[in-house]
């Protein structure tokens, strides 16, 4: 008698409740241990310091003005990102083009270039001599509010892009197909059919789009400038008032000032995820009443062309071109001493290549426990697996690591893992670190992706005598392939490049972004050249791109929908 194959072996495992419910309680146990109760307990660990805030009404009233900041900057730029992100989407995924694969995968390249290193190159292009200034004679966007909203634009952008095109790759175009076989023009069949359908992903992608507004420092404090602040350029400012030499600040009121900031952004960013979790799905949009004659006019060539041509001028104009900015002198570095000198590792190029191995080896384990940890949260979320009221509140909750301004994440985990295991080796804590930071991107627009699914479609399978395996091989897995990888992407590009928790947490490893922020700073003192900072950030963008060109043309290989 032929022995089962593995798969049928596994599928009927999975029928059984005690492994059913096995992997979810071991979801909800480590999303609790390692991702959620950390930082938050490391913030409670230092709460009774929230009085020495409290007892300076100009300390207190300066925090909440940085956390006002904070929501009006991010609120306005989520939004500005879903509307410029959909129709960078659409090209990527409906265009007929070549070079798509190529474009989809350049989108990713201000979330790959380290956060110091991008506010830093936004800097130089909108505000120094050395940028478009010069066209000017004079700085064309000083640093502030405006120059702060450039950046949060650029570096939010593509997570919006990379959601959506995920789930416009997942979804069945039969649908809008149907509604063009009807009379529908294509601007009408997108707006009453595909982005319906498409709502949690959009939902999701305007949260993550916020919470990455929210909770960037490093980068912000570089382009705020000295007269405005927002939450984490705040709490960075209180940093480095408290380590100046002499302390500017003592530890009590820096250690309040942390707790108090970082809680008051987690309160009201945890008040608008459930608002938006209880009202988006009642929200009417996008607008379903139809314009025939504007939506025809709309949907054809020449609009087509014209919405194309302006999303790319966005794209290169404001976003590609400043980002690379910074690294544009690599290519001067070629014909000079710098590159051989980077390729055999001579002075600081030898650190350079071993954080570069640390930084990849790093986003690889974090994107696979990622994946693994993930996946079963994302079901729970979006199939209300531990009942309706626990698996909205689980959604909510797994919002709040992307709320924390990344260096406050790291200092809290910090206080917790350093003070309850004392012997825990710092690669294992730059693990978990990156990996509070980067598990709710995965799950977030996995839930989105489950979502999307149809109950019905899963329910006929089981009727049919599929095991819950069988169902989430044939059904789920295939539908949503194109969401698992686009999460995956976000996860790897926000670890490798994360700064400010990185430092927060270790003192010996140092990862590719930590260097070159050190680079830069050392640029002051001419320590570092300009070139030297340029090759560094295009060896690092160049790499990146690499490996997520290679991982879309494995995956769309494979045929689409």
């Known amino acids: 008698m032929p022995k089962p194959k593995i798969t049928e072996v596994l599928d009927t495992l999975s029928s059984r409740k005690s492994v059913k419910y096995g992997m979810y309680s071991t979801a909800v146990i480590v999303f609790f241990a390692l991702i959620l109760l950390p930082p938050i307990l490391g913030i409670i660990i230092k709460w009774n310091t929230?009085?020495?805030?409290?007892?300076?009404?100009?300390?207190?009233?300066?925090?909440?003005?940085?956390?006002?900041?904070?929501?009006?900057?991010?609120?306005?730029?989520?939004?500005?990102?879903?509307?410029?992100?959909?129709?960078?989407?659409?090209?990527?995924?409906?265009?007929?083009?070549?070079?798509?694969?190529?474009?989809?995968?350049?989108?990713?390249?201000?979330?790959?270039?380290?956060?110091?290193?991008?506010?830093?190159?936004?800097?130089?292009?909108?505000?120094?001599?050395?940028?478009?200034?010069?066209?000017?004679?004079?700085?064309?966007?000083?640093?502030?509010?405006?120059?702060?909203?450039?950046?949060?634009?650029?570096f939010s952008y593509p997570v919006v892009v990379r959601v959506v095109v995920g789930a416009l790759l997942d979804y069945k175009k039969e649908y809008e197909q149907a509604s063009r076989t009807l009379g529908a023009p294509p601007l009408t069949a997108a707006r009453t059919v595909t982005f319906p359908i498409l709502k949690p992903s959009l939902i999701a992608a305007f949260i993550l789009a916020f919470s990455r507004s929210i909770s960037e420092t490093g980068a912000t404090i570089i382009v705020a400038g000295t007269l405005f602040e927002n939450g984490p350029a705040f709490i960075q400012k209180i940093t480095d008032d408290f380590k100046a030499v002499p302390p500017r600040m003592d530890q009590l009121t820096y250690e309040g000032s942390l707790a108090f900031a970082s809680f008051v952004l987690i309160a009201i960013s945890f008040t608008i995820f459930a608002l938006i979790r209880i009202l988006g799905p009642k929200l009417k949009l996008p607008i379903k009443k139809i314009y025939p004659t504007f939506d025809r006019k709309l949907s054809y060539s020449k609009a087509a062309f014209s919405r194309d041509s302006v999303t790319l001028l966005i794209f290169f104009a404001i976003i590609l071109i400043p980002s690379l900015f910074v690294a544009l002198p690599a290519f001067q570095a070629i014909s000079t001493e710098t590159l051989p000198n980077a390729i055999s590792g001579v002075g600081i190029w030898s650190e350079y290549w071993q954080s570069l191995i640390l930084s990849y080896s790093l986003g690889a384990i974090v994107t696979i426990f990622n994946v693994i940890i993930g996946l079963p949260m994302a079901i729970i979320a979006a199939r209300r697996k531990a009942g309706a009221l626990p698996s909205?509140?689980?959604?909510?909750?797994?919002?709040?690591?992307?709320?924390?301004?990344?260096?406050?994440?790291?200092?809290?985990?910090?206080?917790?893992?350093?003070?309850?295991?004392?012997?825990?080796?710092?690669?294992?804590?730059?693990?978990?670190?990156?990996?509070?930071?980067?598990?709710?991107?995965f799950v977030r627009s996995m839930s989105a992706a489950v979502e999307r699914?149809?109950?019905?479609?899963?329910?006929?399978?089981?009727?049919?005598?599929?095991?819950?395996?069988?169902?989430?091989?044939?059904?789920?897995?295939?539908?949503?392939?194109?969401?698992?990888?686009?999460?995956?992407?976000?996860?790897?590009?926000?670890?490798?490049?994360?700064?400010?928790?990185?430092?927060?947490v270790v003192t010996t490893l140092r990862t590719a972004p930590v260097v070159i922020v050190d680079w830069v700073k050392q640029r002051v003192a001419v320590t570092v050249t300009p070139l030297e900072i340029g090759l560094g950030c295009g060896f690092l963008i160049l790499f990146s791109f690499m490996i997520l060109l290679a991982l879309r043309l494995i995956v769309r290989g494979r045929g689409r929908y």
């Open 50 to 154: 929230m009085q020495q805030v409290l007892i300076q009404p100009e300390l207190t009233s300066r925090a909440l003005n940085a956390v006002a900041n904070s929501f009006i900057i991010a609120l306005f730029v989520s939004a500005i990102d879903v509307a410029a992100g959909i129709p960078m989407a659409w090209l990527i995924t409906r265009g007929k083009s070549k070079w798509l694969n190529v474009l989809d995968t350049v989108a990713d390249i201000p979330f790959i270039v380290p956060t110091a290193a991008l506010g830093y190159s936004l800097l130089l292009f909108w505000s120094e001599p050395e940028g478009i200034s010069s066209l000017f004679g004079s700085s064309l966007v000083s640093p502030g509010w405006l120059l702060v909203t450039l950046l949060h634009f650029t």
């Open 392 to 441: 909205a509140i689980l959604d909510l909750l797994v919002n709040i690591p992307l709320i924390v301004p990344s260096i406050a994440l790291g200092v809290s985990l910090k206080f917790f893992w350093k003070e309850t295991f004392t012997f825990m080796p710092e690669m294992l804590l730059l693990i978990f670190a990156h990996l509070a930071i980067t598990y709710p991107y």
């Open 453 to 504: 699914i149809s109950m019905d479609t899963e329910e006929a399978a089981r009727t049919l005598g599929a095991k819950p395996l069988g169902v989430f091989r044939t059904i789920i897995l295939p539908l949503t392939k194109y969401s698992i990888l686009s999460g995956a992407i976000m996860v790897f590009t926000r670890s490798v490049s994360e700064t400010g928790a990185t430092v927060a």
